[in-house]
């Protein structure tokens, strides 16, 4: 089994604009959506700046609203936006 | 044995991201076209406003999810079916660039009583603007954009329905 996994990460909105629309990633293991968040976050600019726990950021998994405390797995696709604002 | 009309018809639900404009009238004889069970059918209709927040607003942007967006909208419809007596839902979002006095969305919901076709339509809105991934970006009269921000007013709408809130 490998010991990582391959992570497919969008951004939507604000996010998208200074991020770009997404990348792929491998992470650990047994990482949760919060852990990826943290790792893009240790990357410096710009992901610090706008993952950064000061600022309201959501996160989906699988196209789900989710916890950052839902666990990762192989090929999981993780977005990481602003509150939303439609309606 | 019920009476012809009171029938239960299987779930009829349907969603909608587009850019192009809608038609209330024809999306609300679509709605209830072939259910005499009807008695009720309720209508929200959000458009753009010329101003927000103090600032004029020129234009106006709105990005979504694709995939997720269809899929969460889904989801809330399904909660609307389990908590309150109606027929059918119809909603439309529309996405891409808007000005000001364009209609955003639709939701229209029929029933055959009146209460549960106004309580459901809130309850879709509640959970539309605070759960359906959609962002807006306006354009004020100097040509700078900015995204607009979430407000707190729509998560305590949300508190209303009994459905867990995130702090902004």
Same mark, same amino acid.
């Given at each position: 089994?490998?010991?990582?996994?391959?992570?497919?990460?969008?951004?939507?909105?604000?996010?998208?604009? !200074?991020?770009?629309?997404?990348?792929?990633?491998?992470?650990?293991?047994?990482?949760?959506?919060? !852990?990826?968040?943290?790792?893009?976050?240790?990357?410096?600019?710009?992901?610090?700046?706008?993952?950064?726990?000061?600022?309201?950021?959501?996160?989906?998994?699988?196209?789900?609203?989710? &916890?950052?405390?839902?666990?990762?797995?192989?090929?999981?696709?993780? !977005?990481?936006?602003?509150?939303?604002?439609?309606? | 044995?019920?009476?012809?009309?009171?029938?239960?018809?299987?779930?009829?639900?349907?969603?909608?991201?587009?850019?192009?404009?809608?038609?209330?009238?024809?999306?609300? =004889?679509?709605?209830?076209?072939?259910?005499?069970?009807?008695? =009720?059918?309720?209508?929200?209709?959000?458009?753009?406003?010329?101003?927000?927040?103090?600032?004029?607003?020129?234009?106006?942007?709105?990005?979504?999810?694709?995939?997720?967006?269809?899929?969460?909208?889904?989801?809330?419809?399904?909660?609307?079916?389990?908590?309150?007596?109606?027929?059918?839902?119809?909603?439309?979002?529309?996405?891409?660039?808007?000005?000001?006095?364009?209609?955003?969305?639709?939701? !229209?919901?029929?029933?055959?009583?009146?209460?549960?076709?106004?309580?459901?339509?809130?309850?879709?809105?509640?959970?539309?603007?605070?759960?359906?991934?959609?962002?807006?970006?306006?354009?004020?009269?100097?040509?700078? &954009?900015?995204?607009?921000?979430?407000?707190?007013?729509?998560?305590?709408?949300?508190?209303?329905?009994?459905?867990?809130?995130?702090?902004?």
């Amino acid at each position: 089994m490998p010991d990582s996994l391959t992570i497919q990460v969008k951004y939507f909105a604000s996010l998208r604009e !200074a991020l770009g629309p997404g990348e792929t990633v491998r992470v650990p293991r047994s990482f949760s959506v919060g !852990a990826l968040r943290d790792d893009l976050i240790d990357r410096g600019e710009p992901h610090a700046g706008v993952l950064s726990r000061e600022r309201a950021v959501r996160a989906a998994l699988d196209q789900r609203l989710c &916890a950052e405390t839902e666990l990762l797995h192989e090929g999981a696709e993780v !977005a990481f936006f602003p509150p939303v604002t439609g309606g | 044995m019920p009476a012809p009309n009171q029938i239960p018809l299987p779930r009829r639900a349907s969603v909608e991201i587009r850019t192009r404009d809608f038609d209330l009238s024809a999306e609300v =004889a679509a709605l209830r076209a072939h259910d005499g069970g009807v008695g =009720a059918v309720v209508s929200f209709i959000g458009t753009v406003r010329d101003r927000n927040d103090g600032c004029g607003v020129t234009a106006m942007e709105l990005e979504h999810y694709p995939g997720m967006t269809e899929r969460s909208i889904e989801v809330m419809i399904d909660a609307a079916f389990e908590r309150f007596d109606i027929r059918a839902v119809r909603v439309i979002h529309r996405v891409g660039p808007l000005r000001p006095l364009d209609q955003i969305v639709l939701v !229209a919901v029929s029933s055959m009583h009146r209460g549960s076709a106004f309580q459901a339509c809130e309850f879709l809105m509640d959970y539309l603007k605070t759960r359906a991934p959609f962002w807006k970006k306006e354009t004020l009269p100097s040509g700078e &954009a900015r995204w607009v921000d979430a407000r707190d007013s729509d998560e305590s709408a949300l508190a209303r329905w009994g459905l867990p809130t995130q702090p902004l």
